[in-house]
């Protein structure tokens, strides 16, 4: 049994325990969900079709002993011993397969992360995610190790006219319908890896909080970032730092492991497919929101 004496006043484990977060995804978020376990979510569903290679333990959290075992059911295994009382269940197959099958229900889930670096996977949870009025947050790894990214498609965002995750990324699923195609393996590091899933931990942490109205767990990070969904952070302190560049306000003296929320001009006319914020609408919704309180 997990002693959470040192959590009192931080994080609600009532809060936690009763938390049921659909994980897809699970390499270099492997961490991300130990810790979720560790943290005393109660409810864990573990998504992934894929083996552990000889290069995962380099970039992933997984060990040498580990390599050949399906990622989602060395993970149980890990989560088992970390938390007993984690009900964490392994499903070794593509998202696709799953829902489809009569066990599973996505409407017991209070979170979806969207944790694959695949973008159309993350597509397809997007459009799920706002059709099912489900909230999802979804991340990615800069290349070269120059940042991260966060972003979510939320109800309450979307009703405040801040969009979704395919709103805020829209010039990415743009170069994707241009013909854009990804470099396959690419570089990436542990280290990496790490930095976003705490920025991940926190900020889920934050969200389930927040959405049970307890003033535990941080929830003015969530009110935030519910309000302007996508955030950049930075790990190279001269990224997107040249003039008229995102980060080209940030002081040298503080530059580094610059955050900010990242803002996105939409064209005229534009209408989202998936959740249906239209432009300017987005626009003078973001502009309104400086925080959302669901409460």
Not at 8 to 20: F, N, P, R, T, W
Not at 60 to 88: T, Y
Not at 257 to 277: E, I, K, S, Y
Request: proline share 5%.
């Amino acid at each position: 049994m997990i002693n959470y004496e040192r959590y009192e006043g931080l994080i609600d484990q009532g809060v936690m325990a009763k938390a049921s977060i659909l994980c897809v995804g699970a390499g270099g978020a492997a961490n991300l969900y130990r810790n979720l376990a560790r943290a005393g979510v109660g409810k864990l569903a573990l998504v992934d079709h894929d083996d552990i290679s000889a290069t995962n333990p380099a970039t992933q959290a997984f060990g040498s002993h580990q390599i050949g075992k399906k990622k989602v059911a060395a993970l149980v295994e890990d989560i088992a011993r970390i938390n007993p009382n984690c009900d964490v269940t392994a499903h070794p197959i593509k998202i696709q397969n799953l829902m489809p099958e009569p066990a599973f229900k996505l409407q017991d889930y209070d979170l979806i992360l969207a944790m694959t670096d695949n973008f159309m996977v993350q597509a397809a949870l997007n459009r799920i995610a706002c059709k099912r009025g489900i909230d999802a947050l979804f991340a990615a790894a800069y290349y070269n190790g120059a940042a991260v990214e966060v972003t979510g498609s939320f109800r309450c965002s979307i009703e405040a006219g801040c969009g979704c995750h395919r709103c805020n990324t829209y010039l990415r699923y743009k170069a994707y319908a241009d013909g854009f195609k990804p470099t396959r393996n690419a570089g990436s590091h542990i280290f990496q890896a790490e930095y976003l899933n705490a920025l991940l931990g926190n900020m889920v942490v934050s969200l389930l909080h927040d959405n049970a109205g307890s003033e535990l767990g941080n929830p003015h990070l969530a009110q935030r970032f519910l309000a302007s969904p996508l955030i950049v952070s930075r790990l190279n302190p001269t990224y997107a730092a040249q003039e008229n560049e995102a980060f080209s306000c940030i002081p040298a003296d503080q530059a580094t492991f610059t955050t900010r929320h990242w803002p996105r001009d939409l064209p005229p006319g534009f209408v989202c497919a998936d959740c249906g914020t239209t432009y300017p609408d987005y626009r003078a919704g973001a502009s309104k929101c400086a925080i959302i309180d669901r409460s």
